[in-house]
């Protein structure tokens, strides 16, 4: 079992920049790969971006690529999302998920899913 706890979530003005965190714990070492996802209201989640746990090879949505950066501290556990050049439109819940299969990339077929964290970017 995982457990994944989000932080850094909040209210920015557009054009600005949030980073989130996502701690992971317990059997942290069945991990093999990390991501973000989002849920906007009244529409389905989806990808944003992802991060391999021991190679830290990256992939993004094609609606964040610029303006997002993933990274991972495995020291602590923790993958977070860098987001500049903020949009109304990347107003969302943002869930951190991990998954003991590299090959699941931007399905969400992850196995385990934090909370989530409110971003809402204001215009």
């Known amino acids: 079992q995982v457990q994944l706890v989000e932080s850094g979530g909040g209210l920015v003005q557009a054009g600005g920049s949030l980073r989130l965190s996502c701690a992971a714990s317990?059997?942290?070492?069945?991990?093999?790969?990390m991501g973000w996802f989002r849920q906007a209201p009244g529409k389905e989640r989806e990808f944003v971006s992802t991060?391999?746990?021991?190679?830290?090879?990256?992939y993004y949505a094609d609606s964040v690529k610029g303006r997002f950066t993933i990274s991972r501290d495995n020291a602590k556990n923790t993958v977070y999302l860098q987001m500049n050049s903020l949009k109304p439109e990347d107003t969302a819940v943002y869930y951190c998920a991990a998954t003991t299969d590299i090959m699941v990339v931007q399905s969400d077929r992850y196995d385990y899913w934090g909370q989530g964290t409110q971003v809402t970017v204001s215009s």
């Open positions: 317990l059997r942290t070492f069945i991990i093999k790969r």
């Open positions: 991060i391999t746990w021991s190679t830290a090879i990256t």
